[in-house]
């Protein structure tokens, strides 16, 4: 039997003593230690290239970010029943990136708690629990999440929809239900389809919930005007919009500082996690002042750690980092890059099915000549990226799409080392048979 490394021992601990659906990345777990900007260096000091990591909006361990976490966090920490400054102006930061009908925030501390307070507010105002949402949608690990999240009650484990819940095709134009050019509206006819099915057991929609790119389910661009579509069917009926905006927010798909801006719509509700705190739990929901006031029917809503003046402080200085170092720019003219080269690239290989995004939310697909999807190619490259020191994920129904959601201070030399490695990978044998 072979010595074990000290990541062997770590691992041996986690499967005995940690809980036991916990995953792992790559087939050789890393450890990492520190992180840097778009860089993470694991226990050997070894550097790594971050392209998953959406969560490190402003770059890991952003200097002034953390300065201002530990500067309130040694002066005061309290919960939002309290006074406090940070919270009005980090509320107030926030909601200037917002069109002015969203004018009213709940700080809560995690992207699931926030679709879960938006799934709330949706049944308080509308007295109504049927809910619409896409195929392979991921919206959270709470119950009420969960039960939206086709990607996990359609995938292992899991036991199909609940009654109150009602899936939508992925409005995937590559390889859905409705392909190439011009599939929002039929897409969006399915919305119409399952508002019908509701009417018909006599019951009421509620709302419904998107992300503005679907992001588990393979950095999926909605088509043109499919959010429109949907918004005025779902409005039609009486529902209510919810748009996730957990791993799209922030200015990260370059051109709208918010994904559904991309779209021209105004959702009810917005949804915000990740990004927002730089990796402090930090999430918030965003609603119009009606949405508010139905949900304050009288009773209290208090959340321990939502809004405390740490949070806030973290939060308000994201979103100062963000403007300060111009990231939402940067995301467009590196995404732009990033993606046109991609789609180079893809003229050269044709394993690469599909290139898509916005800024630095990108993806692509890998499939065969007849679009049949390639999971242990996909899985191949994101390993072998690893072992040239760049960090990549795997998603999509059929986990064969690359996902690229790199902390915004990801710049044009950071995205050609990304391309020249993805080039040499491309040329290997194992990924030019299939
Ligand atoms: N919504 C979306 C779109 C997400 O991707 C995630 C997390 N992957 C969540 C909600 C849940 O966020 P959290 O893990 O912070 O609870």
Redesign the pocket.
């Known amino acids: 039997e072979h010595t074990k490394t000290p990541n062997d021992i770590i691992i041996d601990f986690r499967k005995k003593h940690l809980g036991k659906s916990l995953s792992l990345s790559y087939k050789e777990p890393l450890k990492m230690e520190r992180g840097s900007g778009v860089y993470l260096f694991d226990a050997t000091g070894r550097k790594y290239l971050d392209t998953v990591n959406n969560v490190a909006h402003v770059g890991h361990e952003h200097p002034q970010v953390v300065k201002a976490g530990q500067e309130q966090m040694a002066v005061l920490n309290t919960n939002s029943r309290y006074l406090h400054d940070n919270i009005n102006n980090f509320a107030n930061a926030l909601l200037a990136t917002f069109p002015k009908e969203l004018s009213v925030v709940h700080f809560v501390n ?6 879960e307070l938006a799934l709330r507010m949706v049944k308080a105002f509308t007295n109504a629990k049927d809910m619409l949402a896409v195929e392979i ?5 709470t119950n009420a ?1 969960i039960d939206i999240s086709s990607y996990k009650f359609d995938g292992k484990g899991g036991q199909g929809a609940p009654e109150h819940t009602h899936i939508v095709p992925l409005p995937d134009s590559f390889r859905g239900l409705y392909q190439g050019e011009n599939t929002a509206e039929s897409y969006a006819k399915h919305i119409d389809e399952q508002i019908d099915v509701i009417h018909s057991k006599g019951r009421k929609l509620a709302g419904f919930i998107c ?1 503005s790119i679907i ?2 389910g393979g950095q999926i661009e909605l088509p043109e005007n499919y959010l429109k579509l949907a918004y005025q069917s779902v409005r039609k009926a009486g529902g209510l919009c919810i748009a ?1 905006e ?2 799209t927010g922030c200015g990260r798909v370059g051109e709208t500082f918010w994904g559904f801006q991309l779209h021209g719509v105004v959702p009810d509700i917005v ?1 915000i ?2 990004p927002i705190g730089n990796g402090h739990p930090l ?1 918030a929901v965003v609603c119009t002042q009606e949405v508010a006031n139905a949900f304050a029917n009288g009773m209290e809503y208090f959340n321990t750690f939502g809004g405390n003046p740490v949070s806030c402080a973290i939060g308000n200085k994201v979103l100062q980092v963000i403007k300060e170092e111009k990231l939402q720019e940067n995301a467009l003219r590196v995404g732009s890059y990033l993606k046109d080269n991609l789609i180079k690239l893809q003229k050269t290989f044709s394993i690469i099915g599909d290139v898509r995004g916005q800024g630095l939310f990108l993806g692509f697909e890998l499939t065969d000549k007849h679009k049949r999807p390639l999971p242990e190619k996909a899985t191949f490259l994101a390993n072998r990226m690893k072992d040239f020191g760049i960090l990549m994920s795997t998603d999509g129904k059929d986990n064969n799409a690359l996902k690229i959601k790199p902390p915004l201070v990801f710049s044009r030399n950071h995205a050609d080392e990304l391309l020249y490695r993805l080039e040499q990978i491309f040329n290997e044998d194992f990924m030019r048979n299939f």
């Open positions: 995690s992207g699931s708690e926030a679709n949608g991921y919206h959270g690990n999440c992300e992001s588990c996730d957990v791993q949804t996690g990740k999430a």
